[in-house]
């Protein structure tokens, strides 16, 4: 990144440490993933090597952030919940990698604000669409809040789809299981390509249904069965983080 397009970030938002990030995820990589059971990536072919970038996965489990990282070649940034900043070491070990606070439960302008600063400077982010963890079975509806980072940055989506994270640490379990853990990263598209209709929330039904279409049929496709939680109605209005 460049001087200027640097110091437009935010100053919340770490200085960039790709080499700390690249030692950080071979280390979980190869100490939590494959010595857990195993770890593949599919898909990285479909991965810009530049640009701006939003990793849209399934979410499952709270080692999905880690997952994604590992799988792919870009260093990413990612929203993590305001709570995780107050833990002394803990919001200081994720901000050195590239995360930013988002607050549940209100309208989080900010954390909008820097997404987009972000994508605009070439960047990758990765955002659960969805806001919270899932069952395994059914996807939640889709945060609108994606299609209006998509529609602003005309940023690159890329649906992941996340085999293995669910029977690694299961949504509420303290107790990580072995298994083997899948990334597959779906082709990207741009809400330009999908959205043409004149109504803004027309287009913002559409863009919703298509992410999770996208990824419903990446993670049947790899042996994960879920369905789309997705319907007629508006979709929800703010992307929660869990």
Avoid at 38 to 67: C, K, Q, Y
Avoid at 129 to 137: A, C, L, S, V, Y
Avoid at 177 to 195: D, I, L, M
Wanted: proline share 6%; charged share 25%; hydrophobic share 35%.
């Amino acid at each position: 990144m460049s001087e200027v397009r640097a110091q437009s970030i935010p100053t919340k938002i770490a200085k960039a440490r790709p080499t700390w990030f690249a030692f950080c995820r071979w280390f979980v990589r190869v100490f939590f993933y494959r010595l857990g059971g195993g770890f593949r990536s599919i898909g990285r072919e479909n991965i810009p090597a530049t640009g701006p970038v939003i990793f849209a996965p399934i979410h499952l489990s709270h080692t999905d952030p880690p997952a994604v990282a590992c799988g792919c070649s870009r260093r990413l940034r990612f929203m993590s919940k305001s709570e995780m900043f107050e833990k002394k070491f803990l919001g200081g070990l994720i901000a050195s990698l590239g995360a930013f606070p988002v607050s549940r439960g209100e309208g989080d302008t900010e954390s909008v604000r820097t997404s987009i600063e972000l994508l605009n400077s070439g960047e990758a982010i990765l955002i659960f669409p969805e806001g919270t963890r899932g069952d395994g079975k059914t996807m939640n509806p889709i945060s609108r809040g994606v299609g209006l980072l998509a529609k602003k940055t005309n940023a690159q989506i890329i649906p992941v789809a996340l085999i293995g994270t669910f029977d690694r640490l299961p949504k509420g379990s303290g107790k990580l299981n072995r298994s083997v853990v899948t990334v597959v990263y779906g082709k990207p598209f741009t809400y330009a390509e999908v959205c043409h209709d004149s109504s803004e929330k027309a287009n913002r039904i559409t863009f919703s249904r298509e992410l999770s279409r996208r990824i419903v049929e990446l993670c049947n496709a790899h042996g994960l069965m879920v369905k789309s939680g997705e319907n007629s109605s508006d979709p929800a209005s703010e992307s929660r983080p869990e």
